[in-house]
């Protein structure tokens, strides 16, 4: 299939073209979110939205049709618990039917989904559910005892495989059968939140992200233009429904566009990623560069001259490596574009699989269509060819952008007519930008600055890296040094020979200024629940050496 030019699809672009794609979302009128993106593909009785691989109980498969009657069964055991429009209702559940089954009937109740990580310790599920004043939380066994040291937690409904327990819990499976399996969708404004996010970080710092119904298009397109989302496509999308990309794209987005979804319950290894590639011959893949990184370390656990059905794969999270995407082409037999977003904004920056247009291994891409992507100097200005900036969205000709602000009012993000993502990036002058690092992530050495990701990136090049994480280290000569905290392949000594030639590597491919003076071997990098890097925490290790 030839591609369209980006340029003239990009400048041409315009909201009033999804109309024909998304019937039902009327901006002016108000919608419901389940009824677009389950109910009008329920009439083909045979369509499958969910594929599930199960840990300890058999995968199986899930019709729209059986969504929609599940869902509104759902919908009538939250209008029985007096939930309705507006209301927050959690599910701190693994990837099973009964996340999607939760998901959807919230939304059919016209209340707004809230995700909980099945990570998160007490306190971090307390914080929100707390800031977001929830009315209901979902879990099941395993989870179940999180929930035991919440103050003032909401009633809960529980998926268990024993019935009733002393904790007076509803159980789901005994409400689910005494409600009636019909329920009209609650129609909501364009502008009212469908999902409740909070975005990454420590429980302190944690900001609210309410996601208007409107955000639906953007979904769209990204799916459309940059997934590369088809009809016949077996579509994977890695990243846990706890956090925005699994939510936005592995629940709304493929379903939105009547796509089937898969859900493998199963921890993240090489061996179950393959398995269920080759099980349900998936064609459209989309992780975390982590993902991509994990399986390029254990090169060895895919057979050499095995052929995947794969025809896309695409990275969102961080940064992508040239040495990943050389590798993706090479094992796993397809291009792998990098994507940049946000939770507060969803996608806004892309190589897009279905627009034609230069890509430079390592950058981020271009604007979605509908956003307009800038980088702005430090009096916001926009930055040249060449120049480095604050990623940012020019929110007056982006029609697509979607974010109103923090939940709380807990920061402002906007400058006159720009949202600040806090991202740091260099302009190359086409409309097209590479990731350089967080601005707090910059590392200032010798009046140089420096992006760990660069760093990063040089390293992973050398055959006995996994993985790396860079950083400052304050030094009085320097400012600071950059230090490097490496994991090394299994097969390779972490030694000072080694530490030797990763600097000299640095040094060759990069500058002088940017070279790692130190490196440190890891066993393991520090990071959140969605696979991102945590710099601060190596940050602060490296701050505590250099005052010893």
């Known amino acids: 299939m030839s591609k369209q030019p980006y340029l003239p699809f990009y400048q041409a672009f315009e909201v009033d073209q999804l109309r024909e794609a998304l019937p039902g979302a009327d901006l002016d009128a108000g919608f419901n979110v389940c009824d677009l993106i389950c109910d009008r593909w329920a009439q083909d009785s045979e369509r499958v939205a969910l594929n599930y691989e199960g840990v300890s109980r058999p995968g199986e498969s899930w019709t729209f049709a ?18 309705g429009k507006g209301d927050r209702v959690a599910a701190l559940l693994p990837r099973t039917p009964e996340l999607l089954v939760a998901v959807l009937g919230t939304l059919r109740a016209g209340a707004v989904y809230q995700p909980l990580f099945t990570a998160f310790g007490p306190g971090a599920i307390e914080y929100r559910l707390d800031k977001a004043d929830t009315r209901l939380v979902v879990t099941d066994d395993a989870n179940r005892f999180k929930l035991d040291d919440v103050q003032n937690c909401p ?37 009212d939140p469908f999902l409740q ?31 590369d989302l088809q009809p016949d496509d077996r579509y994977w999308n890695v990243a846990d429904p706890g956090w925005a990309y699994g939510l936005y794209y592995a629940v709304v987005g493929p379903l939105l566009l009547g796509a089937t979804t898969h859900f493998n319950e199963n921890g993240f ?30 090169d060895q656990v895919l057979a050499d001259g095995e052929t995947l059905a794969l025809r896309v794969a695409s990275s969102a999270g961080e940064a992508l490596n ?102 740091v990036v260099i302009s ?44 400052g280290k304050p030094d009085s000569s320097r400012g600071s040094v950059i230090k490097a905290y490496v994991v090394t392949r299994p097969q390779f000594d972490a030694d000072e020979t080694l530490a030797d030639e990763l600097k000299e590597l640095v040094r ?14 890891v066993q393991e990098l520090p990071k959140t629940p969605s696979g991102k890097i945590q710099r601060f925490i190596l ?10």
């Open 197 to 227: 996010m909070f975005t990454s970080g420590t429980v302190g710092k944690s900001k609210g992200v309410a996601v208007p119904a409107r955000a639906v298009l953007s979904f769209y397109v990204y799916m459309r233009y940059a997934i």
């Open 322 to 423: 040239p040495e990943v995407v050389n590798w993706v082409k090479r094992r796993l037999g397809c291009p792998v574009k990098d994507h940049y977003g946000q939770t507060e904004t969803g996608m806004t920056c892309c190589n897009h699989h279905v627009l034609e247009h230069p890509v430079r291994v390592g950058s981020m891409g271009y604007s979605l269509p509908g956003h307009r992507v800038v980088a702005l100097d430090g009096d916001f200005n926009e930055v040249g060819e060449g120049e480095t900036g604050q990623l940012a969205v020019d929110v007056d000709q982006s029609p697509l952008f979607f974010f109103p602000g923090y939940t709380w009012a807990e920061k402002n993000p906007f400058h006159d007519r720009y949202y600040l993502t806090g991202d």
């Open 508 to 521: 060759n491919r990069l500058s002088t200024h940017a070279f790692p003076r130190e490196v440190e071997f």
């Open 269 to 298: 290894t090489p061996e179950s990623t393959y398995a269920m590639i080759r099980r349900y011959g998936i064609t459209n893949l989309a992780a975390a560069p982590t993902a991509y990184r994990l399986l390029m370390a254990n």
């Open 539 to 548: 940050r602060n290790k490296a701050r505590e050496e250099a005052d010893r």
């Open 66 to 83: 059986r969504l929609q009657q599940a869902s509104a069964r759902f919908a009538n055991l939250l209008q029985q618990q007096g939930i």
């Open 155 to 191: 009633p809960i409904v529980r998926v268990s495989s024993g019935g009733a327990d002393s904790h007076g819990d509803l159980d789901f499976h005994t409400q689910m059968q005494a409600q009636p399996d019909r329920f009209t969708p609650v129609t909501i404004a364009a502008d």
């Open 428 to 471: 190359h002058g086409d409309g097209s930008f590479s990731f350089t690092g967080r601005d707090d992530d910059i590392i200032t050495t010798a009046g140089y600055r420096v992006g760990p990701a660069d760093v990063e990136s040089t390293l992973l090049e050398h055959p006995a890296v996994a993985e790396s994480g860079v950083v």
